[in-house]
Antibody, heavy 125, light 112 residues
Framework: EVQLVESGGGLVQPGGSLRLSCAAS????????MSWVRQAPGKGLEWVAN????????YYVDSVKGRFTISRDNAKNSLYLQMNSLRAEDTAVYYC??????????????????WGKGTTVTVSS | DVVMTQSPLSLPVTLGQPASISCRSS???????????LNWFQQRPGQSPRRLIYKVSNRDSGVPDRFSGSGSGTDFTLKISRVEAEDVGVYYCMQGTHWSWTFGQGTKVEIK
């Protein structure tokens, strides 16, 4: 069964750090781009970041550039999101997702075809 | 960034009746390869999102054929031919042509 399981969420003070993890199973993890998508309470979806199969390319939404770092370990079938300098507006459910990207030669997205259940991050004092 | 605007934001529908959701982009989503990278997602209450349609009109495996996607350029539509109870939820369009990817605000489908 294809599965993504996030962990690492929790309550953190503004300015603090948190590292999210995502364990993948049931598919060849190293063959896919991977993404993080978040959803603030009662709000819509926001793409946060993604990473190429070998980790050589990474992209971020402007609001997290310089604060968040996406990474992966293909040997461990794992995706990570290091979040620093957290703000109240980063409070959200963070979903790990497998993303289908075609390179022609720019990277273009067919969207996320596998999603985890999400992990909740709350930034509050 | 490309702004994705959905309408309506709330859509009460009678069971068995059709439903239609509009998604408009602030820029054309046609890439120079001739393809359009517009995708649709469904999020049922309390669940993670699920991709329904990719590249405007391609249904994902397991998605009922009552769901269809159409459109071109900046104007796109998701149609449900006959709404069933399991279709209740929020539907999002997402563009994957221009970095960074952006989603619409979501359209909440509910049963009248």
């Amino acid at each position: 069964e294809v599965q993504l399981v996030e962990s690492g969420g929790g309550l953190v003070q503004p300015g603090g750090s948190l590292r999210l993890s995502c364990a993948a199973s049931g598919f060849t993890f190293s063959s896919y781009w991977m993404s993080w998508v978040r959803q603030a309470p009662g709000k819509g979806l926001e793409w946060v970041a993604n990473i190429k199969q070998d980790g050589s390319e990474k992209y971020y939404v402007d609001s997290v550039k310089g604060r968040f770092t996406i990474s992966r370990d293909n040997a461990k079938n794992s995706l990570y999101l290091q979040m620093n300098s957290l703000r109240a507006e980063d409070t959200a459910v963070y979903y790990c997702a497998r993303e289908i990207i075609v390179v022609v030669p720019a990277a273009l997205s067919w969207g996320m075809d596998v999603w985890g259940k999400g992990t909740t991050v709350t930034v509050s004092s | 960034d490309v702004v994705m605007t959905q309408s309506p934001l709330s859509l009460p529908v009678t069971l068995g009746q059709p439903a239609s959701i509009s998604c408009r982009s602030s820029q054309s989503l046609v890439y120079s390869d001739g393809n359009t990278y517009l995708n649709w997602f469904q999020q049922r209450p309390g669940q993670s999102p699920r991709r329904l349609i990719y590249k405007v009109s391609n249904r994902d495996s397991g998605v009922p054929d009552r769901f269809s996607g159409s459109g071109s350029g900046t104007d796109f539509t998701l149609k449900i031919s006959r709404v069933e109870a399991e279709d209740v939820g929020v539907y999002y369009c997402m563009q994957g042509t221009h970095w960074s990817w952006t989603f619409g605000q979501g359209t909440k489908v509910e049963i009248k």
